[in-house]
């Protein structure tokens, strides 16, 4: 079955609308024709019928019997002429009046009956539907004046004006869908041609054309729908980008350990390498590196989809931070970094999770390890800011640059641009601290550390 597009459908339901109000504005105009102004005739009819009933008892007074009227018309147009009372304000003296029954037609309709019902003079088609009034003359009726309606003595002139009506109908109702199609035609066209782009643009989207965009041309829905599409448009895009890069680090980082493993194991088995203490703590390093990307990338997911287990309870950043920052210090040492740890006397209330928390500060203090050069310092602080927790982390150099520190919480960034793992983890780590502080309602931001290298900053809720 053929589909008909969101065009024809406009324009079909438009002049649908237009053809309907005409056909409905004729039946309203033939109907107002027929109980309107062929009533108005009928009752300007009837005053004429009314105002002839005294000029006929005139008549039959003065000469005694209808005989006078019997093939002599003139008499007869003498008594349907109206008096003046009936002729109103336009009557003048000495001239003759225009008969009302000119202007109505009731001159031609009226006819003069004998006692018996016989058609003396006037229209002979007396039938069923007549109106009749008696001529009374010295209490007894002598005969009896009659109108046909206007309807049934009108036929021919009623059909040419119902004709004429009928066919200038037809040609304003025709003007009218002519009209109607234009303005149908220009909005299918015009008005929707907007929406039409979008919807060819959401058909290659959905085919996988991510760069697909829509010209935005108005500031009204059809714009805003546009808008909104390329909104999506480029959420899709960067999501799409975002999985390609994701799928391929994720391949990297196991790739390389598990590189070391199969050399390592291929070099045992051709006794290129000896299996001894040294050749196993070297075979446990690259699976404890396996084991923490795995575990990494476990916890993130879980955090994506709100999964993520915490047992918050009241605890104290100092108590939390303490025994986390000296399990480090030999680490740091021995990476030639020193350690200044500033915190206050009295105590900083939050309401967390002890083990994530504990998560959070190891994943900061190892990233200033891997990231800075030997010779620099590490300064951690903590304190209360405005009903809130502030802990920073502030290392030396080497700094980022400003445009890429909002991306230091993305997955599998590195600062420095190199995937070398001797000065770099897999770049998962800050991507959980984001997800820890944000399930603790706190925040996390990363600005230029006033040391030269990177600042942390963490606001935490205090309770």
């Not at 690259?286 to 009241?314: C, F, I, P, W």
């Not at 800075?372 to 982390?393: K, M, P, W, Y």
């Amino acid at each position: 079955m053929k589909k008909i597009s969101i065009t024809t459908k406009l324009f079909l339901a438009v002049l649908a609308t237009a053809v309907l109000a005409v056909v409905a504005m004729g039946a309203a105009s033939r109907w107002n024709f027929e109980r309107g102004f062929v009533g108005y005739l009928n009752e300007q009819g009837l005053e004429r019928l009314d105002a002839v009933v005294p000029n006929a008892v005139a008549a039959y007074r003065e000469h005694g019997n209808w005989d006078f009227l019997r093939d002599n018309p003139r008499p007869w147009f003498e008594i349907m002429r109206p008096a003046p009372s009936v002729l109103g304000d336009h009557f003048e003296p000495g001239r003759s009046p225009a008969l009302v029954s000119d202007l109505t037609g009731a001159v031609l309709r009226i006819s003069l009956l004998d006692t018996d019902r016989r058609v003396i003079i006037g229209f002979r088609e007396v039938g069923k539907g007549a109106v009749e009034r008696a001529v009374v003359v010295d209490g007894k009726t002598v005969g009896w004046v009659a109108m046909m309606p206007f309807q049934s003595v009108s036929e021919a002139g009623d059909q040419r004006f119902q004709q004429n009506q009928l066919r200038a109908s037809w040609v304003i109702g025709s003007l009218c869908v002519l009209l109607a199609a234009g303005i149908a035609w220009w909005i299918a066209r015009v008005l929707l041609a907007p929406v039409k782009r979008v919807a060819a643009a959401t058909h290659r989207l959905a085919a996988g054309d991510y760069a697909s965009r829509v010209a935005v041309a108005s500031q009204d829905e059809v714009g805003q729908l546009a808008r909104d599409f390329n909104s999506l448009a480029n959420t899709l895009q960067r999501n799409e980008q975002m999985r390609r890069e994701f799928m391929a680090d994720v391949s990297h980082e196991l790739r390389t350990p598990l590189g070391v493993l199969h050399g390592e194991l291929e070099a045992m088995e051709d006794g290129v390498r000896r299996l001894d203490a040294q050749a196993v703590r070297s075979l446990q390093h690259e699976v404890g590196m396996l084991n923490q990307l795995v575990t990494d990338l476990y916890d993130l997911s879980m955090a994506d989809v709100g999964a993520l287990a915490y047992r918050k309870a009241d605890a104290d950043v100092r108590e939390l931070l303490e025994p986390c920052v000296d399990a480090f210090r030999e680490r740091l040492a021995s990476a030639g970094l020193r350690l200044d740890l500033a915190l206050p006397a009295q105590p900083l209330s939050v309401f967390a999770d002890e083990r994530r928390m504990h998560q959070l500060f190891s994943n900061l203090v190892l990233n200033s390890c891997r990231y800075t050069d030997a010779g620099g310092v590490l300064r951690i602080e903590a304190r209360e800011e405005g009903g809130e927790v502030a802990i920073d982390f502030m290392d030396s150099a080497p700094g980022i640059d400003a445009a890429l520190l909002p991306r230091l919480f993305e997955r599998f960034f590195r600062g420095e641009g190199s995937r070398n793992r001797a000065s770099g983890g897999a770049g998962l780590g800050l991507a959980i601290c984001r997800s820890i502080v944000e399930a603790h309602g706190g925040t996390i931001e990363a600005k230029a550390s006033p040391l030269g290298g990177v600042w942390i900053a963490i606001r935490l809720p205090k309770v």
